[in-house]
């Protein structure tokens, strides 16, 4: 196997690794740029990928494609991909989000092909499942889903043996659907209360940080360690997460989800069943036998996202 490029763009970082038929060779990590213009996070990636080559021993020239696994939504400039994601453009939602940018669009898929020829960009949901199903917990199924709870809430979904995309490549963007009357959370993308604005992780933060609670983590380790407060605040997010996994399951007769994403992964034992709380028994026509499952790559989906996206 010829060396490729996986570069995982979240709202937080992004990672850049090379790999070969040895396996991943160096991989590189930096906060995700939001300063700059609209051209700061190609560059970021352009040289992170010759970095990542050089600790690898490996010349940018004998890179044979580059995948892209990256947080969305995407929009569509002369037919490449531009990025529209709330995380990292702050022209969306405005100055209230707080991003120190006023971007609408982050350019990706245009300068990448100038720098490196062969590039597959795909929404990091679909490469995430791509992967879950390659090497993880969804091998053999027709009909599943990875789902992400993380700095941004996102999803992969697969129906009949293919997997869904949409005109814009958009297809599960289920983080920005509502599930809940809840209007007191602005989430980047400009909608009030929707599943990213009331449960991500960097919500949790901007929601909760006033009450004692800086971040997800310290949410769910006061949650656990019997803080009650804490406690109906993390029924309330499995909740709105619940409704909606239960949403996709019911739209589209799913068989499996996988879950994984920093926010849920460690405290997966202490979520996951309160998650599956709210999908099972609910028009047991759709949801008997639904299996929802941890995701079989653990913290490293993300790395096998954007290979999987060069060996599709």
């Not at 449960?199 to 004692?212: T, Y």
Request: aromatic content about 4%.
């Amino acid at each position: 196997m010829a060396p490729v490029a996986c570069v995982d763009i979240g709202g937080t970082k992004v990672a850049v690794s090379v790999a070969d038929g040895q396996g991943v060779r160096a991989k590189v990590t930096e906060p995700t740029a939001t300063v700059g213009d609209r051209g700061a996070l190609a560059a970021q990636i352009i040289r992170l990928v010759g970095q990542s080559c050089a600790n690898a021993g490996v010349a940018v020239a004998g890179i044979a494609a580059v995948g892209v696994a990256s947080c969305g939504p995407f929009v569509m400039a002369d037919g490449l991909i531009e990025l529209a994601a709330p995380n990292i453009c702050g022209g969306l939602a405005g100055k209230a989000r707080g991003l120190p940018n006023d971007w609408s669009t982050a350019y990706l898929e245009a300068p990448l092909r100038q720098a490196f020829g062969k590039v597959r960009v795909e929404n990091d949901g679909v490469g995430a499942l791509e992967a879950e199903r390659r090497w993880g917990a969804l091998q053999g199924m027709e009909h599943c889903a990875y789902v992400t709870w993380s700095t941004g809430i996102g999803m992969g979904v697969c129906v009949d043996g293919r997997i869904l995309r949409g005109k814009n490549g958009n297809a599960g963007h289920a983080g920005h659907t509502f599930v809940s009357d809840n209007q007191d959370a602005l989430c980047g993308c400009g909608n009030l209360g929707d599943v990213e604005g009331l449960i991500a992780g960097n919500a949790i933060a901007r929601r909760f940080g006033s009450q004692g609670y800086a971040d997800a983590s310290a949410l769910l380790e006061a949650a656990r360690a019997g803080d009650t407060a804490a406690l109906e605040r993390v029924e309330e997010l499995c909740r709105v997460m619940g409704r909606a996994i239960y949403n996709l399951v019911a739209t589209l007769d799913l068989q499996r989800i996988s879950m994984g994403g920093s926010v849920f992964w460690h405290h997966r034992d202490f979520l996951l069943p309160r998650v599956v709380a709210h999908v099972q028994g609910k028009l047991p026509a759709l949801t008997d036998g639904v299996e929802i499952v941890p995701a079989g790559l653990g913290t490293a989906v993300g790395d096998y996202a954007a290979l999987a996206l060069v060996m599709a």
